[in-house]
């Protein structure tokens, strides 16, 4: 059974930062791309960043140079790092994997960006 959990969301103020923490069980994690996507009040969830199985990340134009998407195999873990965060930056944060064409989700994180 695979099984996302996500931690790591809070309040922060405008140009602060935050780190989530998605761990992994059920599925042979370092062979899998994994994913942080987003959804905010009103809005459709949209993805935030991928990392491949080797590594290579991705990124939503909206966070490059401010969110780094990074794993660690050995921990079956998946972080993202938000640095600058904006207000509209505030939304509840899933990890994602998708597994023989079946899409898992965690139960989300919710980060607030508000002074």
């Known amino acids: 059974q695979v099984q996302l959990v996500e931690s790591g969301g809070g309040l922060v103020q405008p140009g602060g930062s935050l780190r989530l923490s998605c761990a992994a069980s059920?599925?042979?994690?370092?062979?899998?791309?994994m994913g942080w996507y987003r959804q905010a009040p009103g809005k459709q969830r949209e993805s935030v960043a991928t990392i491949g199985s080797r590594g290579t990340p991705n990124y939503a134009d909206s966070v490059k140079g401010r969110f780094t998407i990074s794993r660690d195999n050995a921990k079956n873990t998946v972080y993202l790092q938000m640095n600058s965060l904006k207000p509209e930056d505030t939304a509840v944060y899933y990890c994602?994997?998708?597994?023989?064409?079946?899409?898992?989700w965690g139960q989300g994180t919710q980060v607030t960006v508000s002074s």
């Open positions: 059920g599925i042979i994690f370092s062979i899998y791309t």
């Open positions: 994602h994997v998708q597994q023989r064409s079946q899409n898992y």
